[in-house]
């Protein structure tokens, strides 16, 4: 595999399309404008048939042979071969899905696992904390040790991460020694989702979805499909009650990081300058 190069801080901030879109004077984009996009040319005529036929699309596309002996060659670790082939397959399969959406990146080899690294350190914050990433990497990047700590566990690449050094370039400095035990400790931590975080990531991305207007699955609907047993909640009360608290955490979720864009900016303009 190729190794990655940058910062898994400016990776996120991409993903969210910080730093990429270029918006008119005096406006911001609001935090996962570029999924917004996403999911707007994703929504149209979109059913149970034509998803069908898109999977099946897909598959076709995963299983031809080029495909093979582009994944042969890249567990070879020659990417130089891999790049161009890659991106006319995965614009292929993006095609399929979301016509007419562009990444605002070149579709290469390393480009899709920072975004797949990016991705997994979202769904782990979110799980675990209920708050955005881009939340903690503003809060980090003003001196919050929490913040530092919480995006540690998260991933380790956060040690060695522009949002972050400060705060650890100054404990380590004024031996604080109080921090650095809790930095050994974050280090060691390995996150691991329960099934009731699975079912949380599932809640914000119905929700994410109720917010451009489509329709979701009614909460007797939602109770069948999750918990057709009955033994993650205690009745329907309780599953009911979990949904709703998890609705207000992600309208609060959003709204914090889209307080935080004008820290976020700023970070992300010092940051990349100064990575490039």
């Known amino acids: 595999m190729p190794q ?15 730093g990429l879109v270029r918006q008119p004077p005096g406006q911001n984009a609001p935090i996962g404008s570029l999924g917004v996009e996403a999911v707007q040319t994703f929504t149209p ?9 898109k999977t099946a699309d897909s598959v076709a596309i995963a299983s031809d042979r080029e495909v093979t002996r582009l994944l042969e060659t890249l567990k070879q670790g020659d990417t130089t071969k891999v790049n161009k082939n890659f991106e006319k397959t995965l614009q292929k399969a993006m095609n399929i899905w979301f016509p007419g959406f562009h990444l605002p990146f070149e579709l290469s080899v390393a480009n899709l696992l920072k975004l797949i ?31 530092v700590l919480d995006l540690v566990k998260v991933d380790k690449l956060f040690l060695q991460d522009p949002c972050t050094q400060n705060v650890i370039r100054q404990a380590a400095l004024q031996n604080d020694q109080e ?14 989702l329960r099934s009731r975080d699975l079912f949380h990531l599932y809640f914000y991305v119905l929700f994410f979805w109720e917010g451009l207007g489509q329709s979701i699955p009614r909460i007797n609907e ?11 909640y205690e009745g329907p009360y309780a599953f009911e009650r979990d949904l709703q608290r998890r609705r207000s955490e992600f309208w609060e979720m959003l709204s914090d990081g889209d307080s935080e864009l004008p820290s976020l900016r700023t970070f992300y303009s010092s940051a990349s300058q100064n990575a490039s």
């Open 4 to 18: 990655l190069k940058g910062h898994l801080s400016l990776w996120i901030c991409e993903v969210h399309g910080l």
């Open 45 to 53: 005529e979109t059913n149970p048939e034509t998803v069908r036929q």
């Open 117 to 147: 690294r990016a991705s997994r350190a979202l769904f782990i914050c979110i799980a675990l904390y209920g708050t955005h990433p881009l939340v903690l990497i503003a809060r980090a990047w003003r001196g919050e040790k929490k913040a």
């Open 179 to 192: 921090f650095l035990v809790q930095l050994a400790n974050a280090q060691k931590y390995q996150p691991a």
């Open 222 to 232: 939602l109770q069948r499909l999750l918990d057709p047993r009955g033994t993650k």
